[in-house]
Structures are given as C-alpha cells and as structure tokens.
C-alpha cells in the first residue's frame, strides 16, 4: 500500500512538471475581468482624461467584455457591441454603430520611476473591429516593473478609448 501511494504521488508530481511550465509560460494573472464601461458623460472628450488617456469625441456603449493580463505581458481582450451611444447626442446616422475599422488596447499601469509614482500606457497594435464593435485582441505588451492597479482601455488610437475596464 505503501509503496502504491509514493508511485501515486511521483506520478501527480512528475504531471504536474510536465504541466506547469505550459501553464505558466505566459506568467500569473495581473487582472482578469468580465465587463467595460463605454465612455459618457465628462469623460467624453478631453475635458478629463484617465491617466492621461482621452476619452472619445462622442458617448460608447458596450454590450459585453472579457480580457486578462499576464504578468509578462500577454493581453488578450474581446469586445461586442462596442458602438455609439443609441441615442443622442450621437447624431441619427452614426447610433448604435461602430464607425471605426480597427480597435487597440492600451494598459495603464502605475508604476515608479527614478523612485517617483508614475503613469506608463503601452497600447497594442491596431485589431480588426466590426460595424457592430465585435472585436478581438490578442497581444503582448511591455509592462513597465512595477504594473501597479492596471487599467485596460480599449478604443481606436494609443491616445483616446471607447471602454474602460471598471
């Protein structure tokens, strides 16, 4: 009986060898989330940016969201429904759509440098986004050490966003 548990145990370590270092290739978790906010109210516009990121000329809506960030970097987000409000001030023609052709992903992270608190937005490359905001975003990132409270946003240049993560 012994000797049956210790083969049993090598055999549950020897697995989990094998297995570990696939699983952990991309490196722990940072932030894993299941909704975004749309822009609105006096984040529209650059009136008041989010660490130094301007939210879009007119107000988004989102359907649904998901996304995680991997301590080396591997961002993955997937956006439906990320569209002009439906409803103004959004003129007639543009509600409830999505004009733009590509969407990116930009973290913010707070982090230190030369020993002072700082703001560091890495942004992805542009990713294909529907007329109705269905969008995939597969990437990595070079996070600044430390990534300290990461927010992702997801909009159409390093500089403005469409959704936030809450």
Same mark, same amino acid.
């Given at each position: 009986?012994?000797?049956?548990? &210790?083969?049993?145990?090598?055999?549950?370590?020897?697995?989990?060898?094998?297995?570990?270092?696939?699983?952990?290739?991309?490196?722990?978790?940072? @932030?894993?989330? #299941?909704?975004?906010?749309?822009?609105?109210? /006096?984040?529209?516009?650059?009136?008041?940016?989010?660490?130094?990121?301007?939210?879009?000329?007119?107000?988004? #809506?989102?359907?649904?969201?998901?996304?995680? @960030?991997?301590?080396?970097?591997?961002?993955?987000?997937?956006?439906?429904?990320?569209?002009? @409000?439906?409803?103004?001030?959004?003129?007639?023609?543009?509600?409830?759509?999505?004009? &733009?052709?590509?969407?990116?992903?930009?973290?913010?992270?707070?982090?230190?440098?030369?020993?002072?608190?700082?703001?560091?937005?890495?942004?992805?490359? /542009?990713?294909?986004?529907?007329?109705?905001?269905?969008?995939?975003?597969?990437? #990595?990132?070079?996070?600044?050490?430390?990534? @300290?409270?990461?927010?992702?946003?997801?909009?159409?240049?390093?500089?403005?966003?469409?959704?936030?993560?809450?």
């Amino acid at each position: 009986m012994k000797r049956w548990l &210790v083969l049993a145990f090598g055999s549950i370590v020897t697995i989990g060898l094998i297995v570990s270092p696939a699983a952990s290739s991309n490196g722990p978790k940072v @932030l894993e989330f #299941q909704t975004m906010v749309g822009v609105d109210g /006096p984040f529209v516009g650059s009136a008041n940016p989010i660490r130094g990121i301007n939210g879009g000329g007119l107000p988004w #809506q989102i359907d649904d969201a998901a996304g995680e @960030l991997s301590s080396s970097g591997k961002l993955e987000v997937t956006v439906q429904g990320l569209v002009l @409000l439906d409803g103004p001030p959004v003129p007639e023609a543009l509600r409830g759509t999505n004009p &733009v052709a590509n969407f990116r992903a930009i973290v913010s992270c707070t982090t230190t440098i030369d020993g002072a608190p700082a703001t560091a937005n890495v942004a992805t490359g /542009p990713f294909p986004a529907t007329v109705t905001g269905d969008s995939t975003i597969e990437a #990595q990132v070079s996070l600044p050490a430390p990534c @300290l409270a990461p927010i992702v946003f997801v909009g159409p240049s390093p500089t403005a966003w469409f959704a936030i993560t809450g």
